[in-house]
């Protein structure tokens, strides 16, 4: 079985779902973009609920997808490194 970062994005996040503070997701997603030097504005960001993997603690995971605001194809470096830091 894979181990889990405990600071990977995927869970923060889906800590975050789990402890009703689901408000601060996108804030943190927000940051994540900022610090790859990309624009937090040009992108929607979304969430997708999913069973947790099992022998999990976790009731559930939580996937983030990004699309541009302005129609374009999401980067494959940034979708490679978003599904790195889950």
């Known amino acids: 079985m894979a181990r ?6 995927e869970l ?7 402890d009703g503070q ?13 610090e790859r030097g990309e624009n937090p504005q040009s992108y929607k960001i979304s969430f997708n609920r999913e069973a947790a993997p099992a ?9 983030t997808e990004l ?4 129609g374009q ?6 979708i490679k490194q978003l599904q790195e830091n889950a």
């Open 4 to 9: 889990f970062s405990p600071y990977s994005l």
């Open 12 to 18: 923060q996040i889906t800590r975050l779902f789990k």
């Open 22 to 34: 689901s408000f601060f997701a996108t804030a943190k997603v927000e940051q994540w973009l900022m």
């Open 55 to 63: 022998g999990s603690d976790l009731p559930f995971l939580i996937k």
């Open 67 to 70: 699309q541009r605001r302005d």
């Open 73 to 78: 194809a999401v980067e494959d470096w940034l």
